[in-house]
Each structure stands twice: as structure tokens, then as C-alpha cells.
């Protein structure tokens, strides 16, 4: 009767052996949307298009997404970041730990951007016209 609620017994060696061998090719399975060169597409209404800021550095660094879709970076770091736009298009406020910063890309191009704090942080979105990754 009580068995029912004990975990299988493999599963934790399992979770290890995935963990050491199999995360890349898990990802890979579970996310087919990320490229082998590390570059997420997000289609728009999918979900939502949102760049970490983590350790120093934009996640992920070149993002693709569709016209019209409104991308969203959120400081996961201690130190304020600030998103800034190469071109001047877009600039965010200095985001504090946890704050966010959201912009809308209608036109479709290549958006590089820096952080304009540590601009040693660099990162791109890459806006597709809107229909030409839609798959249903
Ligand atoms: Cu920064």
C-alpha cells in the first residue's frame, strides 16, 4: 500500500547520469528551438521572448524572433545593467537586480545592443518578418 508513494529506486541515478552525459542532448530533444549554436528562435505569441542577464553576460546572446514581438531582458545579476540598443533605437533604464525592460520590435533587422554600463556585454536580436517561421 505504501509503496505507491516511494519514488523508484533508479530514479535518482538516473537524474545524475543525465545530468553528467545526456544535458546537452536532452536540451536538444526537449528544446527544438534552440540551434546547435546556442541561438534561440521564439516565434511570435509562442512564448515569451525574454533575454536573461546573468554573471556578466546576455542569455541568450543572439536571439531571433519575429516581427511585432516584444522582447523582455531581466537582470538576474547584483550590478545594474543597461540595455542599450547599438543603432539608438532602444534604451532601458539601469535595471536594478530583478527589474525588467521590455521592447517591442516591429521592424524586421538586426537589433546589436551592449550593456551601456560594462559595454564589454554584447548582444543581438535578430527580428524575421512576421509569417516566415510560422509552422502552423
Ligand atoms: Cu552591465
Redesign the pocket.
Known amino acids: 500500500m505504501l509503496t505507491s508513494i516511494n519514488p523508484p529506486p533508479r530514479c535518482p541515478r538516473i537524474a545524475l547520469l543525465l545530468g553528467a552525459v545526456g544535458v546537452t542532448a536532452l536540451l536538444a530533444a526537449a528544446l527544438p528551438e534552440l540551434t546547435a549554436a546556442g541561438e534561440a528562435v521564439v516565434a511570435a505569441a509562442a512564448s515569451p521572448a525574454t533575454v536573461e ?1 546573468d554573471n ?1 553576460a546576455f542569455a541568450p546572446a543572439a536571439l531571433t524572433v519575429t516581427a511585432g514581438t516584444t522582447v523582455t531582458w531581466k537582470n538576474d ?1 547584483d ?4 540595455i542599450g540598443d547599438k543603432n539608438g533605437t532602444f534604451t532601458s533604464a539601469a535595471l536594478d537586480t530583478d527589474d525588467t525592460f521590455s521592447h517591442t520590435f516591429a521592424a524586421p533587422g538586426e537589433y546589436p545592443y551592449i ?4 559595454p564589454y ?1 554584447a548582444g543581438k536580436i535578430i527580428v524575421k518578418p512576421a509569417g516566415k517561421m510560422s509552422s502552423n
Do not use: E
Not at 550590478?79 to 543597461?82: E, I
Open positions: 542577464i556578466f545579476d550590478s545594474p545593467h543597461r550593456c551601456t554600463i560594462h556585454m
